[in-house]
């Protein structure tokens, strides 16, 4: 067995899944290698993204885990046997390991939600904004680190899932550069928010009673509702949240923020009334 040295945040949800699984039967990773007719250690490996798991062997397991939800099942046997080669595997060794964990896992997903405060999301940013962004980071970036991170993100922009931006009016506001790409950042909101696949809401300052203002977030949606993502963005690093009750917590959220934005048309209007002002 040839151990991973890096496992992927789609291979790490795997390994938690099935580990998850094997708590809920009650069963010990020693009662589970047992089962399978291996060593402990392997299911230790397996349960920590350090070794692949065959689709027999998820099978195996659910079954000696008594989880009868099929679909479920055929769910985590796609995670297991997927070999995808994806095109952020370039960035490999060259950008932080979170950069292409999340271009995975919106290559696998259903759908994308976005909550933004302070900055225009990064897959509906012109280039000159990504650039203004990445510029201001600490430490910081070098020229040739600059451009991977620029070249990545529009490669990112690629998608076509149905993709939902509820964004404050603080993040059109705010001026990450001079009044130029500002007013090319707010028309290119305008372009995208007319593709049948995006939706742009904008949560004007003067709303009342709206409590969630810095929840920032971006929602993956997975092939199961079980199996949904949250990404955060935290001065350590990016966090990737999969626990069931965050979940649950998280789509409450996103309602919550999605009922005090405007509607579709009052925010393409909103949006257009500030370029205006530019």
């Known amino acids: 067995m040839v151990k991973r040295r890096e496992p ?5 949800r795997l390994a938690t899944e099935l580990r998850r699984l094997r708590e809920a039967a009650g069963l010990t990773s020693r009662q589970a290698a047992a089962l399978l007719g291996v060593a402990p250690a392997q299911i230790t490996h397996i349960e920590s993204a350090l070794a692949g ?3 027999q062997r998820v099978r195996r397991l ?4 008594a ?4 679909e479920f099942v055929d769910a985590l046997v ?3 046997t997927d070999r995808t080669q994806g095109w952020w595997e370039e960035y490999r060794g060259l950008l932080p390991t979170s950069f292409l964990d999340l271009s995975e896992l919106e290559h696998h997903a259903r759908f994308l939600r976005h909550v933004a405060i302070l900055y225009v999301p990064g897959l509906l940013q012109t280039e000159d904004y990504s650039r203004a962004v990445f510029s201001a980071r600490l430490p910081e970036l070098t020229r040739e680190e600059l451009e991977l991170r620029i070249r990545h993100r ?3 922009q690629r ?5 939902e931006a509820v964004i404050h009016e603080a993040a059109l506001r705010i001026r990450v550069s001079g009044r130029a790409t500002a007013r090319a950042q707010l028309n290119r909101l305008l372009e995208l928010s007319e593709a049948g696949h995006v939706s742009v809401r904008v949560i004007p300052l003067d709303r009342d009673d709206f409590p969630r203002a810095s929840s920032t977030m971006t929602y993956v949606g997975g092939p199961l509702p079980k199996l949904d993502t949250v990404v955060r963005d935290a001065l350590h690093g990016t966090v990737f949240i999969d626990s069931e009750a965050q979940l ?3 789509r409450t959220s996103f309602r919550m923020v999605e009922a005090a934005s405007l509607d579709l048309d009052k925010s393409r209007d909103f949006i257009h009334s500030l370029a205006k002002e530019l």
């Open 8 to 12: 992927t945040a789609r291979q790490m």
């Open 159 to 163: 998608f076509a899932i149905p993709y």
């Open 78 to 80: 796609a995670m297991a």
């Open 248 to 250: 649950e917590t998280y």
């Open 67 to 70: 989880c009868t939800d099929a």
């Open 154 to 156: 529009k490669e990112r």
């Open 53 to 55: 798991v065959s689709e």
């Open 62 to 65: 659910a079954s000696h885990y």
